[in-house]
């Protein structure tokens, strides 16, 4: 049985430099020094409270709940 291809072009293969010089070639980053600035602030606290305040506010959940137990 035959099978027809489905696209006749050829892929040639790059680099991983080309791949990556595309993609900041292709990148459309515009921010001014203040617009990066915020988003890289923005993005610190977000990780700060995702890794640091979330499982201290745990802790002292599960601490409260066991507290209860001992009454």
Same mark, same amino acid.
């Given at each position: 049985?035959?099978?027809?291809? $489905? +696209? =006749?072009?050829?892929?040639?293969? &790059?680099?991983? #430099?080309? *791949?990556?010089?595309?993609? $900041? +070639? =292709?990148?459309?980053?515009?921010? &001014?020094?203040? #617009?990066? *600035? ?34």
């Amino acid at each position: 049985m035959a099978v027809n291809p $489905v +696209d =006749n072009s050829v892929i040639t293969p &790059t680099s991983p #430099e080309a *791949e990556f010089n595309a993609a $900041v +070639d =292709n990148a459309e980053t515009e921010l &001014t020094d203040a #617009e990066f *600035e915020e988003q890289m602030i923005t993005g610190a606290i977000t990780i700060g409270g995702q890794f640091i305040l979330m499982p201290m506010a745990q802790n002292i959940l599960n601490e409260a709940m066991s507290g209860e137990d001992d009454e």
